[in-house]
């Protein structure tokens, strides 16, 4: 669990598109070294996670009301591009945000784009993914 994938290098780019390396950007919050300052940068890093193959931090950033109890990912779909959409709320003093965005993969050799649109919650200053609003 949480297993890295190979090839995704702290000096590489990071997945969510920042522009920065990895270990600079979603990086270090999946090493716990620091926390999401808004709903944007946390649902990045989880898209950043799911492309790294992070699965304790997927579980982690994930709300305890909402949370499975064990998420397995599909070895055989490789997240390749992330464009946020919208954003409501979820800022520096929100508690509640609303993050669209279109996910881009690849999944048997043929290409997929998954839109959601995400409901965070803050507690105790440090950002969740609380789940998919419903349409």
Request: net charge positive; aromatic share 10%; proline share 5%.
């Amino acid at each position: 669990m949480g297993k890295r994938r190979p090839g995704n290098t702290s000096a590489g780019p990071c997945p969510c598109g920042g522009g920065l390396p990895y270990g600079r950007c979603c990086g270090r919050l999946h090493a716990g070294a620091t926390e999401a300052a808004t709903a944007e940068a946390l649902m990045r890093s989880r898209f950043a996670a799911f492309a790294v193959g992070d699965i304790a931090y997927l579980l982690r950033s994930w709300h305890s009301t909402t949370r499975p109890a064990r998420l397995r990912l599909d070895p055989g779909q490789r997240w390749t591009g992330l464009e946020v959409v919208d954003t409501a709320g979820g800022g520096l003093f929100d508690t509640t945000g609303v993050v669209e965005f279109h996910a881009h993969y690849r999944a048997g050799g043929r290409p997929g784009t998954l839109t959601e649109r995400s409901r965070f919650v803050r507690e105790d200053g440090r950002w969740f993914y609380l789940d998919a609003e419903e349409s």
